[in-house]
C-alpha cells in the first residue's frame, strides 16, 4: 500500500452528527449535514462499506458511491447533496 491510497475502510464510530470512517491509516469524519443519505441508514447498513478500489467507496446495502478524494480534498468537488 501506498501512504495515499488505503486498502481497508471500517466505520470506527457513529454519532447523531455523523461518523468517522478509517481508511487504511487516514481517519475522516462524515457529517449528516454534507452526507445525508447516511443519516437515517441503520448502523448495519452504514457499516457495510466497501472498498473496491483505493479510489472509490461503496456501501452497496444504501447504493452510495464516494471517491475517497473526496472526503479529503471536498472543495475539488463542490457538488453537494440537496437531499
Not at 33 to 39: A, K, T
Amino acid at each position: 500500500m501506498t501512504s495515499n491510497i488505503p486498502d481497508d475502510v471500517e466505520v470506527a464510530n457513529v454519532s447523531k452528527h455523523g461518523f468517522w470512517l478509517l481508511l487504511g491509516d487516514r481517519e475522516v469524519f462524515l457529517p449528516f449535514e454534507q452526507f445525508p443519505w447516511f443519516r437515517d441508514a441503520p448502523i448495519g447498513k452504514l457499516v457495510n462499506v466497501q472498498l473496491p478500489s483505493g479510489h472509490h467507496l461503496y456501501w452497496p446495502d444504501l447504493d452510495v458511491d464516494l471517491a475517497v478524494e473526496s472526503l479529503f480534498t471536498p472543495e475539488r468537488f463542490p457538488l453537494v447533496s440537496k437531499h
